[in-house]
């Protein structure tokens, strides 16, 4: 006796599965090779997997120098000072799972970069819907890579264009959709200080090709930045389909934040909660904590180890967590929130990678070890999905 599924019923039952069953069954039948593909299908299937606060996928970009190399590491060496991008030897790209038991093992990651090319420095660029951005080295390589379907995607440089020597980069889509472009802020340096943004390259993975916008519209308050990093992101900026970076201050001391839109390619700004000075001089970031967005500042006050306000839409941002039991010390990565409150992975250089509570108690411990070196050590958090990198 057969029985065979209508249309619809079997779609419904598909798309619950997880993101790896989906990928074997791509060859069971045209039909669903298909609908593996509709992009209503992939983000329907992501959200479904999302649902489930308490289990968390992780990329960890852990640079080598040759201070933190395990041969030739000496503890009493000086790491903090160091320069990653003169000093790093390779780079590790690691992926966690949690939970996993007894103890997570991280999976080394090799295959995803061109064969015989040494990697030395990987800048992460963040993700959306279960794909990352990375810069390889030096010269604005940046590919697109989806962990989970292994997936890659080089993303060619524009042919008008050059290296420009100052920008910033961010990775993105339009809110619920798989319409994923990368776009290249090309900066002029006014004085020290003091920055312009000359131009905005979008590269859409729809069609594989590049734009240019020159003199692009900024905010009046983006006219000119008052600040201005290349570092690579602490966290995932990018929240609801839009990107965002701190770029400046305002004269009361605020940060200022830039924000790209990928729904209308158009930039707005908006400010932070609080002011360096109130901030116990602590490091500002801003990143995504369950769908909204949120400012973290790491405190160096042995008080206060860490503060998150969280952007409301009609009210703003709101003070949630004033963490005064976290070992200001300890080094914040990856930060969520589940059923059991705020956690985060991190730990203290030269010690072993933690996933902490809100209270830094130390919940399990894994057999990674944090460098002291700037930038040397990077987690970011990312979501199983099936979306695809090719036509």
């Known amino acids: 006796m057969s029985c065979i599924l209508g249309g619809d019923l079997e779609a419904e039952i598909l798309v619950r599965l997880p993101a790896k069953s989906i990928m074997r069954f791509k060859c069971v039948q045209r039909s669903w090779n298909i609908l593996f593909k509709n992009p209503n299908f992939v983000i329907r299937n992501m959200h479904i997997h999302m649902s489930n606060h308490d289990h968390h996928r992780f990329m960890i970009i852990n640079q080598y120098t040759k201070e933190t190399c395990p041969k030739t590491h000496n503890h009493n060496d000086k790491l903090f000072d160091k320069d990653i991008e003169s000093t790093c030897l390779e780079t590790h790209l690691l992926l966690l799972s949690l939970p996993q038991h007894p103890t997570p093992t991280p999976n080394l990651i090799k295959s995803i970069f061109p064969k015989n090319i ?79 943004l000359s131009s905005l390259e979008i590269y859409n993975l729809s069609d594989k090709s590049w734009t240019i916008i020159h003199n692009p519209t900024l905010p009046p308050d983006q006219a000119t930045m008052r600040y201005y990093s290349k570092r690579p992101n602490k966290y995932n900026i990018l929240v609801n389909g839009i990107y965002h970076w701190i770029t400046g201050y305002n004269v009361k001391g605020f940060s200022i934040i830039l924000c790209f839109d990928f729904s209308n390619n158009k930039f707005h700004t908006i400010m932070g909660p609080i002011t360096r000075l109130a901030s116990e001089f602590g490091a500002a970031n801003v990143t995504e904590i369950n769908g909204s967005l949120a400012y973290v500042v790491q405190c160096y006050h042995r008080m206060i180890g860490m503060r998150i306000w969280v952007m409301d839409k009609l009210n703003g941002w709101t003070k949630l967590y004033n963490f005064v039991s976290v070992d200001w010390a300890i080094d914040k990565h990856a930060i969520w929130k589940g059923k059991n409150g ?50």
């Open 118 to 196: 040494p990697i030395r420095i990987i800048k992460f660029y963040g993700h959306c819907n279960g794909i990352l951005c990375l810069e390889y080295d030096y010269n604005l390589s940046l590919i697109l890579w989806n962990p989970t379907t292994r997936e890659v995607h080089f993303v060619p440089p524009h042919p008008a264009s050059y290296i420009h020597p100052e920008y910033l980069i961010g990775f993105g889509a339009k809110h619920n959709t798989n319409d994923f472009k990368v776009v290249k802020l090309n900066v002029n340096r006014e004085k020290p200080f003091v920055f312009s």
């Open 342 to 391: 705020i956690q985060f992975l991190g730990g203290k250089p030269g010690q072993l990678l933690t996933l902490y509570d809100h209270h830094g108690n130390s919940l399990q411990q894994f057999q990674i070890v944090l460098h002291g070196i700037l930038d040397a050590f990077l987690v970011h958090e990312y979501v199983q999905s099936i979306a695809p990198l090719s036509g």
